[in-house]
Structures are given as structure tokens and as C-alpha cells.
């Protein structure tokens, strides 16, 4: 499977700023910051659909 590196590291960072800002509302002192579930599993969904992405070949 021939992958494009633009797309696939576009998609580590996703997944990885997703569980990052997750895991910094869960980790912090304050008991007022509630981490948003749904926009973490959107973005991790967002990642891995773009390291499984087929790219576009060149028109030749």
C-alpha cells in the first residue's frame, strides 16, 4: 500500500493532540475542566481516516 507521508503525519498529529488535550483536562487541578469525549474520538476518527487515506496519483 503506497501512502502519501503528508497525510499520514498529518493524522499521528491529529491523534496525537486529541489525546494530549484529553489527557491534559483529565490530569489538570481544576474540577471544573471536563474533557470533551466526543471531540477527542471525532479527531482520533479524523486521524486514522487520514493515515488510511489513498491519495491522489499523478495524471499522466
Same mark, same amino acid.
Given at each position: 500500500?503506497?501512502?502519501?507521508?503528508?497525510?499520514?503525519? /498529518?493524522? +499521528? *498529529? $491529529? #491523534?496525537?493532540?486529541?489525546? =494530549?488535550?484529553? &489527557?491534559?483536562?483529565?490530569?489538570?487541578?481544576?474540577?471544573?475542566?471536563?474533557?470533551?469525549?466526543? /471531540?477527542? +474520538? *471525532? $479527531? #482520533?476518527?479524523?486521524?486514522? =481516516?487520514?493515515? &488510511?487515506?489513498?491519495?491522489?496519483?499523478?495524471?499522466?
Amino acid at each position: 500500500m503506497k501512502q502519501n507521508w503528508k497525510t499520514t503525519s /498529518a493524522g +499521528i *498529529a $491529529a #491523534i496525537l493532540v486529541a489525546i =494530549g488535550s484529553a &489527557l491534559k483536562a483529565f490530569t489538570d487541578n481544576d474540577p471544573a475542566t471536563v474533557p470533551d469525549i466526543g /471531540a477527542c +474520538i *471525532a $479527531a #482520533i476518527m479524523a486521524g486514522v =481516516g487520514l493515515i &488510511l487515506a489513498k491519495d491522489a496519483g499523478k495524471a499522466n
